[in-house]
T-cell receptor, first 115, second 111 residues
Framework: DVKVTQSSRYLVKRTGEKVFLECVQD?????MFWYRQDPGLGLRLIYF???????EKGDIPEGYSVSREKKERFSLILESASTNQTSMYLC??????????????FGSGTRLTVV | ELKVEQNPLFLSMQEGKNYTIYCNYS?????LYWYRQDPGKSLESLFV?????AVKQEGRLMASLDTKARLSTLHITAAVHDLSATYFC???????????FGTGTRLKVLA
């Protein structure tokens, strides 16, 4: 019954490593999003994609990139991990904007620690 | 500026009491969502509100929307411990793909 799957629940990486966070959805949604969630700061949008190979920067894209080669998969890449990227990362997907009542469906989250 | 403000940030209440969480937003919106998040877990959709005066209810939770005031409320009736969680509102602003989330209200219901 899982609809949005994030590949890892917990991840520990070293400073300077290149980190890949994977997200796969099985709902045929056009839109996919990456957020990070930090205490006191709520959810902040990193990047989103409204179609294959299309991407747009969110509010805090610095230090991140994304890849969407297939409709169902949206990857977040930390080019050179830093300790200030320690956070909970949430992937979400949604149908095209203004279609029906469906909002975001979230994945279970990846708690990333950079040491 | 697209802005969503939620209050209170923290709410500690006794079982059986009623309370309301408020979500204010800055400009015209197409729709508003309420989500629940349990500790260490992801966000779960509760309600979507699409038009002025919309009201949705599920169990002890009732959400409403006043688009003229740019205000949504989440009312908790006769709270029980199982409602302890963080509640977020999210606003889809007209002409954008993305939602802006409120900062969340951390609710703790004391037995």
């Amino acid at each position: 019954d899982v609809k949005v799957t994030q590949s890892s629940r917990y991840l520990v990486k070293r400073t300077g490593e290149k980190v890949f966070l994977e997200c796969v959805q099985d709902m045929d949604h056009e839109n996919m999003f990456w957020y990070r969630q930090d205490p006191g700061l709520g959810l902040r949008l990193i990047y989103f994609s409204y179609d294959v190979k299309m991407k747009e920067k969110g509010d805090i894209p610095e230090g991140y990139s994304v890849s969407r080669e297939k409709k169902e998969r949206f990857s977040l890449i930390l080019e050179s991990a830093s300790t200030n990227q320690t956070s909970m990362y949430l992937c979400a997907s949604s149908p095209p904007f203004a279609q029906g009542e469906d909002g975001y469906t979230f994945g279970s989250g990846t708690r990333l620690t950079v040491v | 500026e697209l802005k969503v403000e939620q209050n209170p940030l923290f709410l500690s209440m006794q079982e059986g009491k009623n309370y309301t969480i408020y979500c204010n937003y800055s400009t015209t919106s197409d729709r508003l969502y309420w989500y629940r998040q349990d500790p260490g877990k992801s966000l779960e959709s509760l309600f979507v509100l699409l038009s002025n005066g919309a009201v949705k209810q599920e169990g002890r939770l009732m959400a409403s929307l006043d688009t003229k005031a740019r205000l949504s409320t989440l009312h908790i009736t006769a709270a029980v411990h199982d409602l302890s969680a963080t509640y977020f509102c999210a606003v889809a602003f007209s002409g954008t793909y993305k939602y802006i989330f409120g900062t969340g209200t951390r609710l703790k219901v004391l037995a």
